[in-house]
């Protein structure tokens, strides 16, 4: 290929060179992704008129005396002369839409984009300066792994970058890591995996150990589609995938929603949409109830999220091996104010029901939940559930990859998240599986919503032998609103619309909207000690005595 002309890895077209640059390297044919160089990241991500250069001083020789036949010193001149760049590496400070952060971008033209002891000193001094300034860090990378020719002591700078990141992570500073096609070895297993959100372009290659690695070493067949971005994305190592031409508007979104910080607005008087006394909670059969909740029609948790959440964007995977369709989360504005949420996904049809396994959710759901607290830990923003599961997955699978270990987890870490969290049941809460995501300081349950520790149908089963008669198990085991509100399990009902949240589902999600606000309004105001301490009592008062089988009337 000639300077004006560019071949797509992707599609094998040829692309007119001038055309891919206007195009920030996307190919116009097939969007696949061209490498871009550091500085053309740096200009991709930066405003107009804010781009700094951070000129680091970092010092850059050859620590072993590296010989392959040819010098490395050479080696080393060899790649500053045709890059123009000191190292693999570019450190800025700029704005993404409004936030201004410090960026290190990699270059892969620069001896592949090798781990070196300046890459990582430079990777690292990016890392302190954000640390200094209290400015959000992102990293661009691009690289095959640990430069060899400094042997040890370019291993050593995986430990040395992570320790940086991990910094920034007792800072409560956003840390986000964009990969680009390749990212492998060193760099995949240190800084590259440690962002709060990790993206990935379309089509990247990322990995700890490369397929002609594999090949050679293991000799084993590769899936199709194998260390792929979206390949990844599926199994729950990477939160997104995003094309270029939306990258730099949701990075600005995510650093947004992670750093800025708004009181939470004052809440007016007709949002005072709850309802904290069990005779104002209109009485239905509980078996009715049962029903009600289960039905299609109600908005599932992604419809609450659309219609109640400003910049809402989804994160995915749980950073283990799995992305669990059961269970969704991210990050959003509820009004002005920041939140992580998370909830269970059912769907309406029956594609949709088993695309998302009926909302019953494997370990690596919990797991992603469990991880998406934590976020909300460290950035600070409060958290919101929905509840609607028939329960966690009852299934072999599940089993061997440690419900029971994951749902524990997530109930102690639940209990010492140092943020205020809201849950709403907005259809089924049964068992272990609804738990696992409400022990918050506030739990509000929908009008027609239930919450129960098993389904009327699996009590019947066990203790009336007969599965007919769910009905009347229902009515004994109080699964409704109005007495789950006087056994002070649940803190407020959340009205409906006349026919219910299937009637209606945008004045439902109103509803909801407004009840979740005014509980965070309160809740604003706490410190973390006495958010911990209340929601400890919340949750202790049960069989403590003669308390806990009274309504309380709310600990406001
Ligand atoms: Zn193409």
Redesign the pocket.
């Known amino acids: 290929m000639t300077k004006e002309w560019a071949l797509?890895r992707?599609?094998?077209?040829v692309?007119y060179a001038k055309r891919l640059a206007r195009n920030h390297g996307v190919?116009p044919?097939?969007?696949?992704c061209f490498p871009l160089t550091a500085h053309e990241w740096l200009d991709l991500l930066a405003d107009r008129d804010t781009l700094r250069l951070l000129d680091m001083d970092v010092p850059s020789d050859d620590p072993l005396g590296f010989s392959d036949g040819k010098p490395y010193a050479d080696r080393l001149a060899a790649a500053r002369e045709a890059t123009g760049m000191p190292e693999a590496v570019v450190c800025a400070r700029l704005s993404i839409v409004d936030s201004p952060v410090v960026v290190a971008a990699m270059d892969f033209r620069f001896m592949g984009g090798s781990l070196s002891a300046a890459v990582g000193e430079l990777i690292t001094r990016a890392a302190e300066a954000a640390l200094a300034e209290r400015l959000p860090l992102v990293v661009v990378t691009a690289s095959g792994g640990v430069r060899m020719q400094e042997g040890v002591v370019g291993l050593m700078q995986m430990a040395k970058t992570a320790q940086a990141m991990q910094q920034l992570d007792e800072a409560g500073l956003v840390t986000a890591c964009v990969i680009t096609d390749p990212t492998y070895g060193g760099v995949a297993a240190s800084y590259a995996m440690l962002g709060d959100v990790v993206i990935a372009e379309p089509g990247a290659r990322f990995g700890f150990a490369g397929p002609r690695v594999i090949a050679q070493t293991i000799r084993q067949e590769l899936p199709p589609g194998f260390q792929t971005a979206e390949f990844l994305l599926e199994r729950g190592f990477v939160d997104l995938v995003s094309p270029r031409a939306q990258l730099r508007e949701r990075l600005g979104r995510l650093l947004s929603i992670g750093t800025r910080r708004d009181t939470a607005a004052d809440v007016c008087p007709a949002e005072q949409v709850v309802v904290r006394e069990p005779d104002q909670v209109p009485e239905q059969d509980p078996w009715d109830a049962v029903r009600r909740a289960r039905h299609l029609g109600r908005p599932t948790t992604s419809d609450y999220f659309r219609m109640i959440l400003d910049d809402f964007e989804e994160l995915h995977g749980d950073r283990v091996g799995g992305d669990c369709p059961a269970i969704v989360g991210g990050v959003g504005r509820l009004g002005r104010e920041p939140v992580v949420v998370i909830g269970h996904e059912k769907g309406h049809t029956p594609a949709d029901l088993a695309a998302h396994n009926f909302g019953m959710p494997n370990p690596a759901g919990y797991r992603k939940a469990a991880r998406l607290m934590r976020l909300a830990a460290k950035w600070g923003l409060p958290v919101v559930t929905l509840v609607d599961t028939p329960g966690a997955y009852p299934g072999v699978d599940a089993e061997l990859q440690g419900q029971a270990t994951v749902i524990a987890e997530t109930l102690r870490l639940m209990g010492a998240l140092p943020v205020p969290l809201v849950t709403v049941v907005t259809g089924e809460g049964c068992s272990g599986g609804a738990l696992a995501i409400a022990v918050a300081d506030r739990v509000l349950i929908m009008e027609n919503a239930i919450y129960t520790v098993i389904s009327p149908e699996g009590c019947a089963a066990i203790l009336w032998k007969d599965s007919a008669a769910a009905p009347a198990a229902a009515r004994a085991l109080k699964v409704d609103a109005r007495s789950l509100l006087a056994l002070g399990v649940v803190d407020g009902v959340v009205p409906e619309p006349p026919g219910g949240a299937e009637a209606d589902q945008t004045a439902a999600a109103a509803l909801v909207r407004s009840a979740i606000r005014v509980e965070l309004a309160d809740l604003a105001a706490r410190d973390p000690a006495r958010l911990l301490a209340e929601r400890r009592a919340r949750f202790r008062r049960f069989g403590s005595g003669a308390d806990s089988l009274t309504h309380s009337g709310g600990s406001q």
């Open positions: 797509c992707h599609c094998r077209a692309v190919c044919q097939c969007g696949g």
